[in-house]
């Protein structure tokens, strides 16, 4: 840990030299503000597919050796539907859907699906997009006098949380615990707590969290944390006076090109034009809803407060958009990318094998980065393999296995890429023939 604060530290310093700065006083009392030249917007290739979601569909798509090992994984774990998107130098080779979305309709490219965790390395993004924008930094106080959300001072007791900053969130360091429950997955418990009748505003969820003394120092260790990304969510809405889902969208996805990413629901009543319907295992048993509304639910539907989890894990998206949105943070062409090259170096660069990423879950050194996300219903990989490739698999099932399921997907991906590798197409569908 005390090797990754160092690389941490030379690579803030290495941002404020080599992007050519200025420092301008805003006055007594108040820091020094950074100010960067803004990087240009990226261009959309006039010959891009403008609406991915309704354009890629699955006869686009076939290549039945490989479709028929996909199709037996399914089998073999009971999976109802799968999207698979794959993508070669920055260009979407293959894109498939296999199985249902719900009893009438088919899995296609197209189809949205809650991506849980995966959401964090969209946050990230934004994060990076407002740090380009000389608007927060990675060094950054979250709380205090010159911090972010300092709002919230007056309910916070312990002073570690003062030697917080948006690095630590972003990197799983700022000093929470899940031991005793994930407060984010704990709603009907925080509302009996709080006697609440109603699931709690992100903003009273805060006032509540911030004044339980931290598990550890800021920065001195690392454990994942949901709350964090929800505090980066509101660190966003502050510093770019938006709504989160609203900047998400115009400063995110719709400059890569993506336009079907939303913010997702809690119950089946919920689902949205476009999304998949959600399964779990046939033994699941039920549970009470998060906000203690019904007795008995299936947990993919109503077990978990997603609408809650905002930038933590409420994203809902297609593999083939997700795809696109990779290629916009991979530093290299025919996409445009979202961010400049430092800031790309800045998300994935590693420092040991236990820091993470700033939102990537994995960053190695040979250059594979790998972001994961499952809750009830769904399991969510997005695999950069060293040699350029990128493979986006979601399911609309999850398994006995939980968030452990990733690991078999990543070994489908795996055994696919050695067997079917040299048969893809070459071709690009990011673009209109």
């Given at each position: 840990m005390r090797h990754s604060r160092l690389i941490s530290t030379i690579l803030t310093l290495a941002i404020l030299v080599g992007a050519g700065f200025c420092l301008r006083l805003r006055g007594q009392g108040?820091?020094?503000?950074?100010?960067l030249e803004p990087e240009p917007e990226p261009v959309i290739p006039v010959d891009w597919v403008e609406d991915l979601n309704e354009a890629i569909t699955n006869d686009l798509s076939h290549l039945p050796a490989m479709d028929q090992v996909v199709d037996s994984f399914m089998n073999f774990w009971?999976?109802?539907?799968?999207?698979?998107?794959?993508?070669?130098?920055?260009?979407?080779?293959?894109?498939?859907?296999?199985?249902?979305?719900?009893?009438?309709l088919p899995m296609t490219p197209g189809t949205t699906l809650r991506l849980a965790s995966v959401s964090k390395l969209l946050t990230a993004i934004g994060i990076m997009r407002l740090q380009e924008e000389g608007k927060v930094f990675l060094e950054t106080p979250v709380f205090g006098p010159f911090g972010v959300l300092n709002e919230y001072d007056r309910y916070i007791k312990d002073d570690n949380y003062y030697l917080?900053?948006?690095?630590?969130?972003?990197r799983h360091q700022g000093g929470f615990t899940s031991r005793g429950g994930d407060v984010m997955f704990s709603t009907q418990k925080f509302m009996q707590r709080h006697g609440l009748?109603?699931?709690?505003?992100?903003?009273?969820?805060?006032?509540?969290?911030?004044?339980k003394p931290l598990y550890f120092e800021p920065g001195t260790s690392q454990e994942y944390s949901n709350f964090g990304y929800l505090l980066l969510s509101l660190i966003i809405e502050k510093v770019s006076g938006m709504p989160y889902e609203?900047?998400?969208?115009?400063?995110?996805?719709?400059?890569?090109?993506?336009?079907?990413?939303?913010?997702?629901?809690d119950y089946l009543a919920d689902r949205l034009p476009?999304?998949?319907?959600?399964?779990?295992?046939?033994?699941d048993k039920p549970v009470v809803s998060f906000d203690g509304k019904y007795a008995s639910v299936q947990r993919c539907y109503g077990g978990n407060y997603i609408s809650g989890l905002y930038g933590a894990g409420g994203w809902i998206g297609s593999t083939v958009e997700l795809a696109r949105l990779v290629c916009a943070i991979d530093g290299t062409g025919p996409v445009p990318d979202l961010l400049d090259p430092f800031s790309?170096?800045?998300?994935?660069?590693?420092?040991?094998d236990e820091t993470y990423g700033l939102g990537w879950l994995d960053c190695r050194p040979e250059g594979e980065w790998t972001r994961t996300g499952s809750f009830a219903g769904t399991s969510a990989l997005i695999k950069k393999y060293a040699d350029g490739e990128i493979w986006v698999i979601v399911t609309n099932t999850s398994t006995w296995r939980g968030s452990r399921f990733s690991r078999n997907t990543g070994a489908l991906c795996q055994n696919l890429r050695s067997r079917f590798d040299t048969q893809l197409p070459v071709r690009d569908l990011f673009r209109e023939n």
């Open positions: 108040e820091p020094a503000v950074t100010h009971s999976l109802k539907g799968v999207s698979l998107a794959i993508v070669r130098n920055d260009s979407l080779l293959y894109a498939r859907g296999y199985g249902r979305a719900d009893a009438v917080m900053t948006v690095q630590h969130l972003l009748k109603e699931p709690p505003s992100s903003d009273y969820l805060v006032k509540k969290e911030v004044a609203e900047f998400m969208q115009k400063e995110v996805f719709e400059p890569a090109g993506c336009h079907g990413f939303r913010l997702g629901g476009g999304e998949t319907r959600y399964f779990v295992p046939s033994d790309i170096r800045q998300m994935t660069v590693w420092m040991d």
